[in-house]
């Protein structure tokens, strides 16, 4: 027999706490105090279908691996449960008549142009937590601006009739040197999260990362794959290692390929944007200043288990639980890169976490240049191999990295925005956009195969030059009357 | 007897297609897949008058060539076929306002204003055929940047009151030392085409070069050059190597003195903003997302014939079949030049198109800097004659070019631009310009001839500096108080 | 029996001149001509109430230290002294109506939205004050842009489950490795003034500078201090050496712990935007002209006594009148960090006194950047403590600080906007942030205590770097035609 | 007997034209083709009172030195003539409108604040002349940039109670180490011209240098000095060397105590701004087109005379005809500079002619920075004195310019800028500022006397970055969603 909304809604208090999710009713007074999002977000929704908010922050299976099964009360007749009645904001309407305008798909021409359209249509919260970055975001911008301080040598007169881009990775072949790196939360831009990455990455056969922060459970995502599909698992290490031991035992076991260990992230970033958000959440009643801490944005909330304490010496154990391939993600810093290929992983990622968690870390592509030159000294660029990640946005983006000796490089945000405005099919264009971009670049720089790319065809002079914005002299800009261009004759 | 406009019309599908250019009428049902534009755009005139589409993007004998003579109907009563009533949209009309406004030709004082101008002026499609580069247009404005890192050393106390700054280039006296580059499409800007560029060109002794992709054919330049003036060829390799040959010797007959293969176009580039027009297009019914890459600008339409298997092995070949001094357009970096020299061709233009092709590809007044040290430490520097081209728009830009080494320059766009908004006279005036530029500034720079330009003129430590923008502290910025000169009284 | 307010009107003139403070009358007769801050602004309230203009520029025991007691006349009888109607003006209306509308203190994430608030709420004349810098302000810019400048090579796969950032600064043990620098005028800011400070210090257990210059009296700032907190003296040493002594040696016996002699100051700054706002101040006349030179914003009037012959040869006479460390403020290049050691003092502060003394004076960081390798180098690292201060917004500016050797930073500007905007629990919450921001970045860079910080953790090439924004090629950019993003479909 | 208006009237054509200057006819239908502004600016006249127009650009003494006696036709009855109602246009009427509200001089705090109200105050066309520079105007705005690029590496402890910055420049004894440089056509911003100047210089005992071009005469700017002040003489050198040996020799004798010849300018430049005022003319023709090339703006006009064929052999020519000293002014690199101290001169001005003449020319600060070494190295330093000019609005850039080795630096805009708004009491008052700005700076950098000024006291490894602004990524800058501060409560 089903509960009535009446019951649940007696229990609305810290005391007796009950919530409903997707039909059914949990009673969580006892979880309160353990939700790593804090108690009072739970309490928003004492007595009511929480489900809504639920959704795109918890994968699925949440409720059945978090909650002991006693508190699990059974169905709830979803017509017995009072309907909130949501007045429409200004700011929501604004929202929908910007998406009813949207420019057609075949209108975006680079991946540039999803981040403008899904800025515009996105709810602010998820935009929020898509786009924000640490501190002043002066790292998340300079992983796209560093490709800017490198520019081409090209060669001429090469025979580029045929161009192939193909390549491997960890011993995948891949149509195009990118893989689709993990990225959180993917429900917040659309309603199937990740599982929409997956089959965008089978049709352009390319691999996709699987984040231990999904929306969407794992074993849904390993299902989602078609045919001999490759999936590499990304991973927060839990403070409980028998956790995290089962989950890279299960990965393996569905068949993932690789294991990327993220090590930037020992505790999850300031993202001073996705905390301002939280004072225009309906219903917030933060304001009152007297529990700031439990509300610190999206990141901090699902991430308490991470386990700040991993370090050099948990390696060994990994080698010995799993036989997948072990790469570090988030690696900034040739001295860690020589001491990964001693303790023997087969890769790093040269990444900064998309400018998330260290302000001025530098980039990905700035450190691979400081990194492929001294593993070339040393004859050790072929004992692991090398990924890069952030920032990238064209496909000379991805050439120069190639150049300089990255087996590949992954791409996050672009296709969560190109997700989150157009779905499946913006994803795919996404990606035959930058099928396109290489192809023709690959020509223009004389280069038929992947294999030809190498360090001679770019100039890196400008990659080492962080001079920050210099004081202006306001005065002086002030009262200087500028060249124009001539007056029309009107005006005369 | 001439066919009537309903016979035409009834031949309106892609089974059966006619269309009508300049009063003559054409089956070109078969020829519908092979279009290099695709068929689309031919099926929008099917049984229809296409001239005002097919003029500026065809040379006229087009037809004659590609179109088999049987397929060629004869002459259509032009009085029988159905005027199409075009509304004129807002943007037109604005746009004949702005042209009733345009300041006077007197008004224009240096290359910019022409540009100015003609981005006002010019029909939307035709700017941004002109007026785009690739991806970010970073090379392109890179372009013209390049030259403000380049400083002047200037020599005082000589004897400048007789000012010589004529020069030759593969032979030829010119009266300056700059040429008019090949462009494409002249018609997309003035009626008459790449005529107007001819006439211009003779009036100021200059050499102009004739684009492959020309809109008035080969022998119209031709045939508009007067008395000795010199022209040269811009060759677009062709698949069809028989083509190419014919079009080189017909060339060298006519009188061209210098033949310029273009060697960094083995595909023509993405230019969005030159696709984003398409979107604009009256009558376009891309949008319903059907067709996409049959629509991408027009420098894909026209140049799906050029070959990008071209190589060095080929040039061998071409100094087989012609006698005019070879010289490889758009060569960009030393080791090619290096090459060049020993293929012996007589020259090279370091340029990357424009900023059209390869974004991030250096400006050729950088690769120059790379390139002259270099032959003149091998004594090369004799052995053949380097040209630059792209952002030249002052005469310091030509002055700091010749100092550096370069035997002349090619300047494009700004002469497309002053046509464009003036014809003729606007072209000439803008060589007047530089021709005032010129004897002023060479007067500044201490020398009363070319050759005494040298390297020590100029302070070119700047020159090989890529650091993009850096990421700039919005929270520093925008809350810093800046300096304000002092209000006035009546605000006391 | 207390005076009448018309005994003490009539006393309203050059030649006689009383006025009230604190409900007291004071014969200014013949201070006049001695008053630092000229006799005009005195005259403006002869015969009447000055209390509010005094306060916030004078500590309380002004009067007494230097009016001689036959001028205080005693008493007034307050109800019969004229209230003066002051009508709020326009901008003093704006100014409550956007203090209405403050945001609350938890929407302040960071030090810089402290001055965005501080900004809008205070008074103009103290925000140009605290804000303004010396001539163009471009120091007091370099002094945050500085680190932007240097970035980090964080360390991953350490143990950063406790992180402990405390450490000690001249023998004391503070939480966190920052100290509240010595700022003039705290009654500006906040009615109660510097002991606000005093608190906030004590509340995080960090260290605070006592400036001279205080609006509280010094004793009033010792006397908030609790417990064995820790105060330090800020010095500017007067023209009569005997009273340095007396406030030197008062202090030492109140329990100072640091003597922080001002070097950078021998005659305090220009700051415009200060002296601008005097043409705002009600009532002043001094836009006759006649005689501006009495009128050079608060921080000439406060100032005069300074001593600008205060030079090396003083030092040891403070080394004789003193137990205290003494550290000199304010040196700026390598060679007097040297000699500070050779003289035998404790430490130096590499400051440019927040940009407001010497325009293009280099930032506390750069100098650091050029003391410490010399310093280690002679093996003197030891032998003094180095400290910074100028730009400190964010705990990375801190990090990047110790890395390069600094023992600690100093923080003016911040606390006095967070005590301006929101008193006590502003300046309480903006230390909060900073250990928060603390943790996460120590967690980060990959360190768990202060001690492991050192310079490979910092990428400092660019530091050096001070190249201007450099001129702008205006026609260029006017003319130009920026790549847009897709228009939205009701556009087209 | 007086001549009446009626009479001059009928003689207004090009076969007869009569004109009234201060209220006297001249014939000067003979002198039509010889006026080196060009004919149609006196046609424009013909027959009428031509006054006004003439009154700035020419020395009262020059119809007395150009136009033969036979052609002065007496005094004109001036009541006779008809006045020319001049509709004030609205242009006139907001300029006015502006004077109206202008700020008092005491609101000026620094130089530029006179630029700033000298651009809302000064007629079009005259700010125009003064502020414009050639071509884009890069090197005018790096004149001042530069100084930007120059640091403080300032002392500390030192004594400078008495600070004394008087030096001596070619002899002469100055209370500041600048001089008023010397600047054409003083009247176009006051009605009096360059003796304003003059009486300034006197006041604050420094340098004035007497233009060639000057609205007044020669004699009347000697004339206005008074005691023993000093002038110099800054010399076009004209094409008959009669004239020019009569201007020195006269110079000499009137007192003159060094000849400045100015060697960076063999034909003024071109100035585009002051050319664009030309369509702006009230009565102006020249839109017609026809006659384009003598309507180039002031700079032109008056300068047809210059000898563009002056050169190194005429130097000895110069030593014979005077004993002044004799210094080259607008040098531009180290080569020039040795070859001065071999021709025997007694200094070079190192310019760039207030970026006036080539574009890209390098500051005079950048290029004393390239030859004072080189000098020393040689021991040359003392052979002869090296000024600069340019962009000099800071007493900081002073200072600079004298640590790196300059004896004086030349100011020119900043003193005709604060004439132009404020008269002589302006130029007071700016002098009096960098009075008042030198003697904090010289306290502030360590030094009481200008002999202590030395190139470790300035840091200045930014001079010679040339870096022009570099291309932006507008998709990039277009797509960022930039950090904002807290929203404002209300806007919740």
Same mark, same amino acid.
């Given at each position: 027999m089903?509960?009535?909304?009446k019951?649940?809604?007696e229990?609305?208090?810290r005391?007796s706490c009950?919530?409903?999710?997707?039909?059914?009713a949990?009673d969580?007074?006892?979880?309160?105090?353990?939700h790593?999002?804090?108690?009072k977000i739970?309490l928003k929704?004492a007595?009511?279908d929480?489900t809504?908010?639920?959704e795109?922050?918890?994968p699925?299976?949440?409720?059945?691996k978090?909650l002991?099964?006693?508190?699990?009360?059974?169905?709830v007749d979803m017509?017995?449960?009072?309907?909130?009645?949501?007045?429409?904001?200004?700011?929501?309407?604004?929202?929908q008549?910007?998406i009813a305008?949207?420019? %057609?798909?075949?209108q975006?021409?680079n991946?540039m142009?999803?981040?403008s359209?899904a800025?515009r249509?996105?709810?602010q919260?998820?935009w929020a937590?898509?786009?924000?970055g640490a501190?002043?975001?002066?790292t998340?911008?300079?992983?796209?601006?560093?490709?800017h301080?490198?520019?081409?040598r090209p060669?001429v007169?090469?025979d580029?009739e045929?161009i192939?881009f193909s390549t491997t990775m960890?011993?995948t072949?891949?149509?195009?040197?990118?893989?689709v790196?993990?990225?959180a939360?993917g429900?917040?831009?659309?309603?199937e999260?990740?599982?929409?990455l997956t @089959?965008?990455?089978k049709?352009h056969?390319v691999v996709?990362?699987i984040?231990?922060?999904? #929306?969407?459970s794992?074993?849904?995502i390993?299902d989602?794959?078609?045919?001999?599909?490759v999936?590499w698992l990304?991973?927060?290490?839990?403070?409980?290692?028998?956790?995290t031991k $089962?989950?890279?035992q299960h990965?393996?076991?569905?068949g993932? $390929?690789?294991?990327f260990i993220?090590v930037?992230a020992p505790?999850?970033? @300031?993202?001073?944007?996705?905390?301002?958000?939280?004072?225009?959440?309906?219903g917030?009643?933060?304001q009152s200043?007297s529990q700031?801490?439990t #509300?610190?944005?999206?990141?901090?909330a699902i991430? #308490?288990?991470?386990?700040p304490g991993?370090?050099?010496?948990d390696i060994?154990w990994?080698r010995s %639980?799993?036989k997948?391939?072990?790469?570090?993600k988030g690696?900034?810093r040739?001295?860690d890169?020589?001491?990964?290929v001693?303790?023997?992983?087969?890769?790093v990622?040269l990444s900064?976490?998309g400018?998330?968690?260290?302000?001025?870390?530098r980039?990905?592509i700035?450190?691979l240049a400081e990194v492929?030159?001294?593993l070339?000294?040393r004859?050790?660029?072929n004992r692991?191999?090398v990924?890069?990640?952030?920032?990238? @946005?064209?496909a000379?983006?991805?050439? $120069?990295a190639?150049c300089?000796g990255?087996?590949?490089?992954g791409?996050?945000?672009?296709?969560?925005?190109?997700m989150?405005?157009?779905?499946?099919p913006g994803?795919e264009?996404a990606m035959?956009?930058?099928?396109?971009e290489?192809e023709?670049?690959?020509?223009?720089?004389?280069c038929?195969?992947i294999?030809?790319?190498n360090p001679s065809?770019?100039?890196?002079?400008?990659? #080492?030059m962080?001079?920050a914005?210099?004081?202006?002299?306001?005065?002086?800009?002030?009262?200087?009357?500028p060249?124009?261009?001539?007056k029309?004759?009107s005006?005369?």
């Amino acid at each position: 027999m089903s509960l009535s909304g009446k019951q649940i809604a007696e229990h609305n208090s810290r005391e007796s706490c009950w919530v409903i999710v997707h039909g059914k009713a949990y009673d969580v007074t006892e979880f309160l105090p353990e939700h790593p999002g804090g108690s009072k977000i739970i309490l928003k929704y004492a007595g009511k279908d929480a489900t809504e908010e639920f959704e795109p922050i918890h994968p699925p299976d949440t409720l059945d691996k978090y909650l002991d099964k006693s508190k699990h009360l059974g169905p709830v007749d979803m017509g017995t449960v009072a309907k909130v009645e949501k007045a429409e904001s200004p700011e929501e309407k604004e929202r929908q008549a910007r998406i009813a305008r949207m420019p %057609i798909l075949e209108q975006c021409y680079n991946l540039m142009d999803f981040e403008s359209v899904a800025k515009r249509v996105m709810k602010q919260t998820a935009w929020a937590y898509y786009s924000s970055g640490a501190d002043d975001e002066i790292t998340m911008r300079e992983n796209h601006t560093a490709f800017h301080k490198i520019w081409f040598r090209p060669r001429v007169l090469i025979d580029v009739e045929k161009i192939d881009f193909s390549t491997t990775m960890l011993g995948t072949k891949v149509d195009m040197p990118f893989y689709v790196t993990a990225t959180a939360l993917g429900k917040l831009g659309h309603p199937e999260g990740e599982v929409v990455l997956t @089959r965008a990455a089978k049709k352009h056969n390319v691999v996709q990362m699987i984040p231990t922060l999904a #929306s969407c459970s794992f074993d849904e995502i390993m299902d989602a794959a078609e045919g001999d599909q490759v999936q590499w698992l990304q991973l927060y290490v839990n403070k409980d290692r028998e956790i995290t031991k $089962k989950i890279v035992q299960h990965a393996e076991k569905r068949g993932c $390929k690789g294991l990327f260990i993220t090590v930037d992230a020992p505790q999850l970033g @300031r993202r001073e944007k996705d905390m301002r958000t939280k004072f225009n959440d309906v219903g917030s009643n933060v304001q009152s200043g007297s529990q700031t801490d439990t #509300s610190q944005g999206a990141a901090r909330a699902i991430s #308490s288990f991470i386990d700040p304490g991993l370090s050099w010496k948990d390696i060994p154990w990994f080698r010995s %639980i799993t036989k997948m391939p072990i790469i570090l993600k988030g690696v900034q810093r040739v001295e860690d890169v020589i001491r990964a290929v001693e303790v023997g992983v087969q890769g790093v990622v040269l990444s900064n976490h998309g400018g998330r968690q260290l302000d001025f870390a530098r980039s990905g592509i700035e450190v691979l240049a400081e990194v492929m030159p001294v593993l070339r000294e040393r004859g050790w660029d072929n004992r692991l191999e090398v990924f890069i990640d952030g920032g990238v @946005r064209r496909a000379t983006d991805i050439i $120069k990295a190639l150049c300089l000796g990255a087996k590949g490089v992954g791409i996050g945000r672009p296709f969560l925005y190109a997700m989150s405005a157009y779905g499946q099919p913006g994803v795919e264009r996404a990606m035959q956009l930058l099928k396109d971009e290489m192809e023709m670049n690959m020509r223009l720089i004389g280069c038929s195969s992947i294999d030809q790319l190498n360090p001679s065809l770019v100039d890196t002079r400008a990659l #080492s030059m962080h001079a920050a914005n210099v004081p202006t002299d306001n005065l002086g800009q002030f009262v200087y009357d500028p060249l124009v261009v001539p007056k029309e004759k009107s005006m005369l």
